[in-house]
């Protein structure tokens, strides 16, 4: 089993930034991928950003791109989504998951774009 667990979440006006955490109970060397996910009200859940852990680069949807930058830290076992210039749209529960086998999920982050 794979916990994952959010945080960095919160109210911030447009055009400021905000950095999820999200710690692994894993090695996540050990993960074949990472990704970051949202879903906001009345929406479905889509896919945000991702990278496999193997190497290679992160991708990232086109409605984030130039915005959100994935990063990591090996020895914590952390990945982070840092978020700058928010727009309202990017209103939503965030939600990290891993694939170990299948996909794991976290419990969710609010994060409001809002004036």
């Keep these: 089993q ?4 959010e945080s960095g979440g919160g109210l911030v006006q447009p055009g400021g930034s905000l950095r999820l955490s999200c710690a692994a109970s894993v090695n996540i060397f050990s993960l074949g991928a990472m990704a970051w996910y949202r879903q906001a009200p009345g929406k479905q859940r889509e896919w ?3 990278f496999t852990t193997a190497g290679g680069s992160t991708n990232y949807a086109d409605s984030v791109k130039g915005r959100f930058t ?4 090996n020895a914590e076992n952390t990945v982070y989504l840092q978020m700058n210039s928010l727009k309202p749209e990017d209103t939503a529960v965030y939600y990290c998951a891993a694939s170990w086998g299948k996909m794991f999920w976290g419990q969710g982050t609010q994060v409001t774009v809002s004036s």
């Excluded at 794979?2 to 667990?5: E, G, R, S, T």
């Excluded at 994935?70 to 830290?73: A, F, G, I, K, T």
């Design 70 to 73: 994935v990063s990591r830290d």
């Design 48 to 50: 945000v950003a991702g």
């Design 2 to 5: 794979v916990q994952l667990v």
